[in-house]
Each structure stands twice: as C-alpha cells, then as structure tokens.
C-alpha cells in the first residue's frame, strides 16, 4: 500500500494522540511540561482533556496511578525526553509492583538526530523494558493511532500494569515545522550532498506518509483471565465443609471488571472473617462484623481454609511461612508468578487459580448460595479485635514525653473525617500507626502505595483521588519524612484547585528506621530531622497551614473541624502535628 504525505497539513501528531485518549474516556493528562510533548497537551486541551501540570515528574505518574485505581480505567502521565523520563523512574516502578494501568509518555529526541548527540537523547526504551509490559517508539506519524491503542489495551489486560510509548519530537510537530528543521538549507553540491537531500526528503515524506487518513479509533478489546467453572466447584467443595474459613483480600481485587460493590455484596453474603490489605481496605465499610483488623498470624494459626483473594505470599506473609501447613489454601491471582510466589519453599497451594479475584469471588458466592460460615468463628476473631483495639484507645490516651501522643491525633481525625473520606498513606512509622487506626469508609477509600513501599506518593496520590472524586474530603496522612517528597505539590492543589488535608506526623526524625537503628546499632546518625515549619511552606504555595503542639491538645477537635471546613471552601489545608515518642510500634521492621 502506498500512502501519499499532505505535505501542506496544518495538522500534528499531537492531535493523534488526543484523539485516541478521548475516544479511550481519558478526562485528565498529568504533566510536567517540555517542548518535545507540547503539540500533546495542547491537542489535548483543544479536545476537552484537562492538563494538569506537577511540579515534578514522579508526582505526575503518581497522580496517573490514583487516577487509574479509582476510575477503573488507565491513568496517562506525559514527561519531556531524557531527565523529565528519568525522574519517573521510582514512580513506575512502583505501579508496576502495584499493578496500575498506566499509560507514560514520552518525549524523545527526532528520528533522524538519535544516537548523534541531540539534547535529552538517551536509549530510553532500555531504561523502561524491565518496568513496562509494553514499549514502543512511534516512528512515522501514521503509527500513533495503533501503537497508543495497542498500549492502552496491553496495560489493562492481563495483570495491569504500565506501559511506555516515546515520541520523537519530528512525529508530533506540522510537516512544515519539521521540514524547516531537516531539510537542506542551500542548494546541495555534488554526488554526496545530493543523496543526503534525497535521503532528508525521503525520511520526511515517509514519516508523515498517510499521517491523516481516517483511522479506528475505538479501545481495542481487555483480555481478562478467569477461573473455569470446574476451578470454582472445586473451591465451592473445599469452602462448604470448612469450619474456620479465612479470606485475606488484596488489592488485586479491586480491579474492574468486576463492580467493588459486586464484591461488597459477594463477601457479606459468604459470611467467611476478611483481612484486608491496599486497595481493599474499606471493602467492607468502617464497622463490618466481617472484617477483622487484628491478630491475623493467630487466626491464620487456627484457620481450616485461606482463600488467597489477590493476596501474595512476599515479605507481607512472611513468605507463606505464617500459613498453616494442615490448611487447606486457595490462592487466587491473575499473575502466576504472584500467585506462587515461595510456594516451593513455605506454602503450598491446594488449588492455584491464575485468574481475576474479583469475578471469582462473585462465582464462589453464586456457588455457595444458602452457605453461612459458623457464626461463632468471626465472632471468636472479633472479640479479639475488640481486645486489641481497646489497649490502642488506651495507649492513645498516655502522656507522651514531648508534643501530642500519635495516637490520639490519629483517633481524632478517624472520629472527625467526613464518611465519604480518601485516605492517602504516604509515610513510615505514624503511617504504620494510622494503619491500625484509621478506618475507610467504603471500598477504593484508601490509598498506599503497595508492595514496593515507596515514599514520595502523597501529593500526585491525593491529586488524582481529588479530580476523580471531587466531592470526596481527600485525606494525606504523611511522616515528616516522607513530606519531603511532595510539599511543593501544594502549589498545585493551589493552582489547580484541588483542596486536600494534609496530617503531618512532625517528631523531626526518620522514625521507621531510627526505631532499630539505634538499638541494634547505637547510633541515630542520619534519622534525626527538625521541628520544620511545614505550615508555613503550605502557606507560600498558597495554601493554608497550621502548627499544632501540646498546647492545642484542647482544641484539636476544633482545629481539625475548621480545617475540614476550610478545604470545603476551596483551601489545600497542611496540619503540621508535633508529635512525641511511643512504644506502640516497637518490634516493627523497615527491611
């Protein structure tokens, strides 16, 4: 087939790629700006897609990746070439270890200048391969329609995850632009500068070859692995004759397309006692009888059945080594290296089904109709939830040294947030403590960054959660640390009016690590921070902060409530908490 180049097209690749991720229901595109993805995100912007630009590139995909979790569709981040892809990196990573579909894109040097030395050109698909299910680099203007379509649909099939499509800057940019860049500025002079004109023209009309010919833009179908039929009736059996059933839920079964409150109904009606972890969290509303938020390796212990929904048997299960090895397990998961993950060292599977915890879960519900699991086994695991959340409250209750004690800051924003809150975790030890503490309402209410632990993800997670759930209260609970990371993202809740509430956790130390640092090793070299006046830094982007120490222990309820009403109102509000020392976390690890 030869195609013919409009040589005198206005047009751009940029409007390509709007145009598929309108036709894909993409509402927001996070970036920070470069001139290699300009015609991008104005193309955009012209289609009705907003632009919402960071202040850092990572907080970018972060944002991409709240957006994808709780949309249920793919999230887009847009970077220039070279170092705006680089500071990407850590943020990838981590929505690939938490399994986001996302769709980064890529500026990148012209076709014809790559490998000759041109600004911001690195081997950028090198970099991404071991981070991305897809990769591709566009190089004629015609391929932009297939390549992003394919991308989209390899993200969310399968087990989701990110996907990387560069852009050299000559299949974005008009013909005449890019004409005027390549081509030979005088009349070439003999045999050797005539082949190189040639080969110039040739390149260029190659490159924009039917550039505009109509194209189908339409999403391209999601392959989604599923449990047979005889995989469910042989769960049903296992389930039917248990005594002490156990799920323990990931964040894996949240995924579409199966509706989380699908989910919801499906678990209630099993009646079997839920651990829940990531996303999954809040599945079941802040007070189910079903779910169970304590003592877990004990009820593992005893357990009959685990039903493995999602979840995976790294470091968060200690390797498999917490199960039983007389419990019979169902382990549920689309990857099958997930889903085995140490079961030749730990655990052993009694059924491994490499499919989609969510639909699954509906079909083992559908198959257990009348089943009820034994009403004195969730309740026996409640009482010790009661138990242990008691010594909490109590805890919370005791003087510390120094500043608020954690725990009672914590007790009160969970009391005091509103029902249809986001909680977004971004920190080490007080976001460990607010792990225990805080309660999500509802399913996809709570964000943390999964597997991969990184720190850094509160700004772009609250971000996103606050443009896909306008109406939401959009909590951060952040360490002082790991505040670091995104405070200048203030600036953006500012310009792009996205009010959240930020709890800063000040003990002016890397506490996660200082907590063995210094017994095991007698040093606190590198954890000590300071007592920052974070608040004053929200207030110079434009937001509104507040210092919060002992003496404001009366009025915290107050303080809290005026801050909620406040960010009603439009404002992005940082309580920076001073905040003493306990031993409620002691034991923990970082490593």
């Known amino acids: 087939v030869v195609c013919q180049a409009e040589l005198k097209s206005p047009r751009h690749g940029g409007e390509s790629v709007a145009e598929v991720l309108q036709a894909h229901g993409i509402k927001f595109v996070f970036t920070l700006v470069g001139g290699h993805i300009s015609p991008i995100l104005v193309a955009c912007e012209k289609v009705g897609i907003r632009i919402v630009d960071t202040r850092h590139e990572a907080t970018a995909v972060f944002a991409a990746d709240a957006v994808a979790r709780l949309s249920g569709t793919i999230g887009v981040a847009a970077v220039t070439a070279g170092p705006g892809l680089t500071n990407t990196v850590t943020a990838v990573k981590n929505a690939q270890m938490a399994e986001s579909p996302l769709l980064l894109i890529g500026g990148a040097a012209a076709t014809l200048l790559q490998g000759r030395g041109a600004l911001q050109d690195i081997d950028q698909l090198s970099l991404f391969r071991p981070l991305c299910k897809f990769c591709a680099s566009v190089r004629t203007v015609r391929e932009i329609v297939p390549v992003v379509k394919k991308a989209i649909a390899v993200a969310q099939s399968g087990t989701p995850g990110p996907v990387f499509v560069e852009f050299p800057i000559d299949t974005l940019y008009p013909y005449h632009l890019v004409e005027k860049e390549f081509a030979a500025k005088n009349t070439p002079k003999g045999l050797v500068g005539k082949a190189i004109s040639w080969y110039l023209r040739n390149h260029l009309t190659n490159l924009f070859a039917g550039a505009w010919e109509p194209q189908d833009l339409s999403p391209l179908p999601v392959q989604i692995p599923k449990a047979t039929d005889q995989q469910v009736q042989q769960c049903v059996e296992l389930v039917s004759r248990a005594k002490k059933p156990v799920i323990l839920l990931g964040s894996q079964a949240t995924l579409p397309p199966t509706p989380v409150e699908n989910i919801r109904k499906a678990l209630e009606s099993l009646g079997i006692p839920c651990f829940l972890g990531g996303m999954a969290r809040g599945m079941l509303g802040r007070d189910s009888e079903l779910h169970i938020r304590q003592n877990r390796r004990d009820a593992l212990k005893e357990a009959d059945v685990v039903?493995?929904?999602?979840?995976?048997?790294?470091?968060?299960?200690?390797?498999?080594?917490?199960?039983?090895r007389r419990s019979k397990i169902i382990a549920v998961n689309r990857d099958k290296g997930q889903l085995l993950k140490n079961s030749d060292m730990f655990w052993k599977p009694t059924v491994a089904i490499q499919g989609d915890a969510g639909s699954f879960l509906l079909c083992l519900s559908e198959g257990l109709k009348g089943y009820r699991c034994p009403q004195d086994w969730p309740q026996s695991l409640k009482e010790g939830d009661i138990t242990k959340e008691k010594a909490n409250r109590d805890k919370a209750a005791e003087q510390t040294h120094r500043h608020l004690n954690p725990l009672k800051v914590l007790h009160r924003a969970e009391e005091l947030m509103?029902?249809?809150?986001?909680?977004?975790?971004?920190?080490?030890?007080?976001?460990?403590?607010?792990a225990y503490i805080m309660r999500p309402r509802g399913p996809l209410r709570w964000l943390d960054p999964g597997a991969f632990g990184t720190l850094g993800v509160g700004g772009g997670f609250a971000l996103g959660a606050k443009l896909s759930r306008p109406e939401s209260e959009v909590w951060i609970i952040y360490g002082d640390g790991s505040l670091g990371y995104s405070v200048a993202e203030f600036d953006t809740f500012t310009r792009h009016k996205t009010p959240v509430i930020a709890l800063v956790g000040n003990d002016a130390c890397w506490s996660q690590i200082s907590r063995e640092q210094v017994p095991i090793l007698g040093s606190n070299v590198a954890c000590g921070l300071a007592f920052t006046?974070?608040?004053?830094?929200?207030?110079?982007?434009?937001?509104?902060?507040?210092?919060?120490g002992r003496e404001d222990e009366g009025r915290l309820d107050d303080i809290i409530k005026k801050a909620q009403q406040e960010s009603r109102q439009g404002q992005a509000i940082l309580l920076n908490v001073l905040i003493g020392k306990t031993n409620f976390r002691d034991g923990s690890i970082s490593v």
Not at 307 to 322: E, H, I, K, N
Not at 534 to 539: L, T
Request: glycine fraction near 18%; include cysteine.
């Open 533 to 548: 006046d974070y608040h004053v830094v929200a207030d110079g982007y434009g937001g509104k902060g507040y210092l919060i």
């Open 307 to 324: 039903l493995l929904a999602g979840t995976v048997c790294d470091f968060r299960l200690s390797y498999g080594r917490v199960l039983n």
């Open 418 to 434: 509103a029902e249809d809150s986001i909680i977004v975790a971004d920190g080490g030890d007080f976001v460990g403590s607010a």
